[in-house]
C-alpha cells in the first residue's frame, strides 16, 4: 500500500508485481485508447472499455445495476474479489471505473499509483492473453447517491455555498475551446463554464509520471484554490472522467467525504436548454 493519505487505496507497482497469482484479487485495465489492452497488459487483467461496456449508449447513462451485475460476473470478477484498476493517461478511466465501483457499493477497490505507461517503463512484465476467469455472480449494492450529481443537483448547488470544481483546461474554463482537439464527438453546442465553478485542471493533482502528488502538496493545492472550506464538492469535466479523478483525490486521498462527481459534466450542461453558463471570452 501506498502510506500517507486519508485511506488505503492506493497500491505501487511493486506491491501488485507480487500478487499477479494471487485468485483473491482481479485486475482491470480501462484505457482512454481501449486498443491498448490487446497491445500489451498486466498479466492476468481483464479489459473493459469505457464506452462499450461501462456505458449504457441508449440513456447515455451508467449500467443499471443488473447490467452492471452481469458485466462484472462475466469478467469473472465477484463481490468477495479485491479489484486493482489501472489504465492510460494517469488512470484517467481507472479512476473514473473506482467510482462507478463504489456507486455500487464494493468494498475492495484499489486504484495502482501511476497508470500502464508506468509498468511497462519499469520493465515489468506483460502479457497479450486474454485472460479466461470462470463466469462469477456479482450482485451490486444500493446506488450510493451520495457520490453522484445529476444535472439537478447542480442547478440547486447555483449560489450556495456547495464548491464546483471545473477539471477541464483553462482553456475550456474561459470558453476559449469548446472542447480539446481530438474529442469534438464530445463537444457541446457553448463554451464555457457552470457559473460558480473554480479552476482546478485534473492534471495539477500528478506528478509528471502520473503518479499522485502527496497528501501536505494536494492539501496545499486545493486549499489555494479555496475548494477544501468544509463545504459540499461537485467535480465535473466535459464526460465525466477527469472528474472522477479529482473526486478520487479529494475523497479518497484527502477524506473529503460530501464530494460528488458530475459524470453529465460540460457535454450534458452545455447542451441543456435554459441554463446558464459563464465564460470569458
Known sequence: MVAGYAKDVLVDTGWLAERLEDEDIR???????????????????????????????VRRDLLGPREFGELMGSRGISRDHTIVLYGDRSNWFAAYTYWYLKYYGHERVLLVNGPREKWIAEGRPTSIVVPAHPAAVYEPGPADASIRAMRGDVLAALGTATRLVDVRSPQEYSGELITMTG????????????????SVPWAQAVTTEGTFKSRSDLEELYTAKGV?????????????????????????LLGHDDVRNYDGSWTEWGNLVDVPIAKDV
Not at 497491445?39 to 449504457?56: K, M, N, T
Not at 474529442?183 to 473554480?198: D, K, M, N, T
Open 27 to 57: 485486475i482491470v485495465e480501462v484505457d482512454e485508447n481501449p486498443a491498448l489492452y490487446r497491445e500489451a497488459h498486466i498479466p492476468g487483467a481483464v479489459g473493459l472499455h469505457w464506452r462499450y461496456d461501462l456505458q449504457d449508449r
Open 183 to 198: 474529442y469534438e464527438h464530445e463537444s457541446a453546442q457553448r463554451g464555457g463554464r457552470i457559473p460558480g465553478a473554480i
Open 228 to 252: 477544501l472550506t468544509g463545504d459540499p464538492i461537485i467535480g465535473y469535466c466535459r464526460i465525466g472522467e477527469r472528474s472522477a479523478h479529482t473526486w478520487f483525490v479529494l475523497r479518497e
